[in-house]
């Protein structure tokens, strides 16, 4: 299959905070978690999510997935991957240019930094794509 290459004409996915909350018996670390909308042909820019630990896992559509050199998959409707901290997330696309999908990721992050600077904290957008 032919890895897409990013093209910022096309939309950016919606992002809204679910959930964050202060962990207990791990300090400084706080768990929050994200719905990603993908609307039909959306993209995200390569990034990366900064020291967290990230679930994610696909409730409707799919998704393609690329993770540093690995190779590029597509994770339908049920499946899941997990970012380290540090991950290059090179590709992140909704696979179907007619139909939404949805993802869900649940990040581990430190408290300090989510709170000071919220979603800039959770994704680190790729300078040559800002």
Request: some cysteine; glycine content about 6%.
């Amino acid at each position: 299959m032919q890895e897409p290459t990013y093209d910022p004409s096309r939309p950016r996915p919606a992002l809204s905070i679910n959930f964050s909350y202060r962990l207990s018996g791990i300090p400084n670390k706080t768990i929050v978690s994200l719905t990603i909308k993908f609307g039909p042909n959306s993209s995200t820019p390569p990034h990366r999510h900064g020291g967290a630990n990230v679930a994610a896992y696909v409730l409707s559509g799919a998704v393609y997935n690329k993770m540093n050199n690995e190779p590029m998959e597509v994770i339908k409707e049920g499946g899941s991957w997990f970012e380290a901290p540090g991950c290059h997330h090179r590709i992140s696309d909704n696979a179907s240019e007619t139909e939404p999908a949805t993802v869900v990721a649940t990040l581990i992050t430190d408290t300090e930094a989510f709170e000071r600077d919220g979603m800039a904290a959770l994704i680190q957008i790729d300078e040559e794509y800002l």
